[in-house]
C-alpha cells in the first residue's frame, strides 16, 4: 500500500498547535480541535494510486464526496483498554457450547456446518460513553478495514508528542491480509492458496467497491491471482468453482445474504457446504456472531453464568452491552410505551438497514417492523465530534477491526441522522488517535 506524503501544515493546522498541545482529555480534544488530519481530497488521491491502473472511476470524488472525513476521533487509553477487553470476552463467550446451542436455535439450519473457520474479521461498534464503551453490534463482512489502513498511513497529527494512532497502521495490511490466510489454513492445511474471488452483487455499484479494489492490490502483491465478480459470474461444477473457467480456491464473501439462501448464491451454497471452497465470512459465523439476538444473550450476566463464561468475561459483557430484548406478540405494547428509551434494529440486518429510533417511529412504520423478528436495544447515543464550522457537532462511532479476540484497528465514522452513512457533510471515516501515554 502506498504511503502518502501530505503537504505542509495549513494555516489553520499550524495556528491550533498551541491549543491542541496540552489537552485535559480526549473529549476536550473532541470539542476544541479542529485540525486537520487527513484532507479528504488528498486521500482520494492516495486511493487512486494504491487501486493501481483501471481502478478508481473518474467520477469517483463526486459519486464519494463523504468517504472520508478531515478530522481525527479522539480516545483515551482508558476507553481503549475497555474496548479490547470486550473484543476478547466477546471471543470467550462466543466459544462456548452452550452459547452456540442457544443462538442457533434462531439461525438458519445451514449455520450448523462447521466449516472448521472463525469467519473472518469482526467489526465491533462501539459508542463511547463516560463510563466506558458499549457494544451497539457486531459485523462480520465490515467494510472499510484497508481505506482506513490507508487513512492511518496518510494522517497528519498537529501534535505528535502527545497523540498517536493505537495500532501500528503500517502493520495493519499485513495483519488482514494474515486473517485471511489464517482463514484458508483452518479449513485446507497446508494446501497452497492460489486464487480468490471477491464476491458481491453488481460490485462495481457498490459504495465500497473501492475497497474490492484495495484488497486485489493486496493479494496480487501477495502472488493470489484475484477476480472481482458478481456471483452469477460463480460456477461450480465437478467439485470445483470457477469463475470465467478459472478455478477459485477462496471466496472474499461480501454479500448480504447472510446464509446464502437466494437462488442466485446456489453456487456458492453448493460448493461451501462440499468444503470444495473456503468462504469468509461463512453463514455459520453471522450466526453466531451478528444475528442481532444473540445481543440479549452476551449482555444477560444469568445466561453467561449458567453457560461457564468466567466471571471476568460475564462482567465486562453486562457492562458493555446496551439492555437487549427480542420483541415479540406479547411484549409490543410495552415497548411501544418506551419507544422513546430504545433503538430496534431487525435481527438479521446489517449496517443501518430498516434500524429506528424509537422516538422517530410512526405508527405506519411500528406495525411493519412487527411482522419480522427484531431486537428493542437500550438506547446509548453516541459521542460528537465538534468541527467547528458553525453547523453543530457530528455523531461518532467506533468500529474496532478484529479477529480471534485480538483488536487489529480502530476507526471512526463521522455522521448526522439515526444510524451511520456516508451522506453527511464533513463525515466518513475517521481515524481514531489516543494519547501517547
Known amino acids: 500500500m502506498t504511503t502518502m506524503i501530505?503537504?505542509?501544515?495549513?494555516?489553520?493546522?499550524?495556528?491550533?498547535?498551541?491549543?491542541?498541545?496540552?489537552?485535559?482529555?480526549?473529549?476536550?480534544?473532541?470539542?476544541?480541535?479542529?485540525?486537520?488530519?487527513?484532507?479528504?481530497?488528498?486521500?482520494?488521491?492516495?486511493?487512486?494510486?494504491?487501486?493501481?491502473?483501471?481502478?478508481?472511476?473518474?467520477?469517483?470524488?463526486?459519486?464519494?464526496?463523504?468517504?472520508?472525513?478531515?478530522?481525527?476521533?479522539?480516545?483515551?487509553?482508558?476507553?481503549?483498554?475497555?474496548?479490547?477487553?470486550?473484543?476478547?470476552?466477546?471471543?470467550?463467550?462466543?466459544?462456548?457450547?452452550?452459547?452456540?446451542?442457544?443462538?442457533?436455535?434462531?439461525?438458519?439450519?445451514?449455520?450448523?456446518?462447521?466449516?472448521?473457520?472463525?469467519?473472518?474479521?469482526?467489526?465491533?461498534?462501539?459508542?463511547?460513553?463516560?463510563?466506558?464503551?458499549?457494544?451497539?453490534?457486531?459485523?462480520?463482512?465490515?467494510?472499510?478495514?484497508?481505506?482506513?489502513?490507508?487513512?492511518?498511513?496518510?494522517?497528519?497529527?498537529?501534535?505528535?508528542?502527545?497523540?498517536?494512532?493505537?495500532?501500528?497502521?503500517?502493520?495493519?495490511?499485513?495483519?488482514?491480509?494474515?486473517?485471511?490466510?489464517?482463514?484458508?489454513?483452518?479449513?485446507?492445511?497446508?494446501?497452497?492458496?492460489?486464487?480468490?474471488?471477491?464476491?458481491?452483487?453488481?460490485?462495481?455499484?457498490?459504495?465500497?467497491?473501492?475497497?474490492?479494489?484495495?484488497?486485489r492490490e493486496l493479494f496480487i502483491r501477495h502472488g493470489i491471482d484475484v477476480t472481482i465478480c458478481d456471483p452469477a459470474e460463480l460456477e461450480y461444477r465437478r467439485g470445483r468453482m470457477r469463475v470465467h473457467g478459472k478455478a477459485v480456491d477462496m471466496i472474499y464473501n461480501r454479500l448480504t445474504d447472510f446464509p446464502l439462501a437466494a437462488s442466485a448464491h446456489e453456487a456458492i451454497r453448493a460448493s461451501y457446504l462440499a468444503g470444495e471452497v473456503v468462504v469468509t465470512p461463512h453463514p455459520r459465523a453471522h450466526a453466531i456472531y451478528a444475528d442481532k439476538r444473540n445481543l440479549v444473550l452476551l449482555g444477560n450476566r444469568e445466561f453467561l453464568s449458567r453457560a461457564g463464561a468466567a466471571s471476568e468475561v460475564i462482567d465486562v459483557l453486562t457492562s458493555a452491552v446496551p439492555a437487549t430484548i427480542l420483541m415479540t406478540s406479547e411484549n409490543r405494547d410495552e415497548l411501544w410505551r418506551r419507544r422513546r428509551e430504545l433503538f430496534f434494529k431487525p435481527a438479521a440486518g446489517f449496517g443501518s438497514k430498516a434500524g429506528y429510533r424509537g422516538e422517530k417511529l410512526t405508527r405506519r412504520v411500528w406495525e411493519e417492523i412487527g411482522a419480522n423478528a427484531y431486537i428493542a436495544q437500550e438506547l446509548v447515543p453516541p459521542s460528537e465530534r465538534h468541527t467547528g464550522d458553525g453547523n453543530g457537532p457530528l455523531k461518532t462511532d467506533v468500529r474496532c477491526y478484529a479477529y480471534h479476540g485480538k483488536s487489529l484497528l480502530y476507526a471512526a465514522r463521522l455522521y448526522q441522522g439515526q444510524t451511520t452513512n456516508f451522506r453527511t457533510p464533513g463525515g466518513g471515516f475517521a481515524p481514531v488517535l489516543t494519547s501517547v501515554t
Not at 22 to 51: G, I
Open 6 to 215: 501530505l503537504d505542509p501544515p495549513s494555516p489553520l493546522l499550524r495556528a491550533c498547535d498551541a491549543m491542541c498541545a496540552s489537552p485535559r482529555s480526549m473529549d476536550a480534544l473532541n470539542r476544541d480541535c479542529h485540525c486537520v488530519a487527513v484532507a479528504p481530497e488528498a486521500m482520494h488521491e492516495a486511493l487512486a494510486a494504491a487501486v493501481g491502473a483501471h481502478g478508481l472511476s473518474s467520477t469517483f470524488t463526486d459519486s464519494h464526496p463523504n468517504l472520508f472525513a478531515a478530522l481525527p476521533v479522539y480516545v483515551s487509553r482508558d476507553h481503549l483498554t475497555k474496548l479490547d477487553r470486550v473484543v476478547a470476552a466477546v471471543q470467550a463467550a462466543v466459544a462456548l457450547p452452550d452459547y452456540q446451542a442457544a443462538v442457533l436455535t434462531w439461525a438458519p439450519e445451514i449455520a450448523r456446518f462447521d466449516p472448521g473457520t472463525l469467519g473472518g474479521m469482526l467489526g465491533l461498534d462501539f459508542h463511547i460513553t463516560p463510563e466506558g464503551p458499549r457494544l451497539i453490534e457486531i459485523n462480520t463482512n465490515p467494510g472499510g478495514a484497508l481505506l482506513n489502513a490507508l487513512v492511518g498511513q496518510a494522517l497528519r497529527s498537529c501534535m505528535p508528542e502527545v497523540v498517536t494512532t493505537p495500532t501500528d497502521m503500517a502493520k495493519a495490511e499485513q495483519q488482514i491480509l494474515e486473517v485471511m490466510r489464517q482463514e484458508w489454513t483452518s479449513q485446507m492445511g497446508d494446501r497452497p492458496l492460489h486464487s480468490i474471488a471477491i464476491v458481491d452483487e453488481v460490485p462495481e455499484a457498490q459504495y465500497l467497491y473501492p475497497e474490492f479494489l484495495l484488497f
